[in-house]
């Protein structure tokens, strides 16, 4: 348990910035899944223009650094990939 002022503060910034961080992750599963979806769903054209609104929002959090910036490149190649596989 923290003992002085400053260390309880910093265990409240940390709580509230660990729910956010868990928000913007959430948000990156919720933007992967829908392309997936639109791809499932054999509809190229679809899927290409929910694959360009994905990239914001895997950008976006690469950049903030919540995920790292190589799984966000990985992410986006795959599905780069199997939307030309169509």
């Known amino acids: 348990m923290a003992n002085t ?3 309880r503060k910093r265990a ?3 709580a509230n910035q660990r729910l956010h961080n868990m928000d913007q992750l959430s948000s990156l599963r919720t933007a992967i899944k829908k392309v997936r979806k639109a791809i499932a769903a054999g ?3 679809g899927a290409q223009t929910v ?3 994905s ?3 895997i950008d976006s959090i690469a950049d ?3 995920v790292h910036k190589n799984l966000a490149a990985r992410q ?3 599905l780069s990939a199997a ?3 169509l």
């Open 5 to 7: 002022a400053q260390a």
């Open 12 to 14: 409240r910034q940390s």
């Open 43 to 45: 509809d190229k054209a």
């Open 51 to 53: 694959f360009v609104e």
């Open 55 to 57: 990239q914001k929002i």
């Open 64 to 66: 903030k650094k919540i």
């Open 76 to 78: 986006k190649s795959r």
């Open 83 to 85: 939307i030309k596989a």
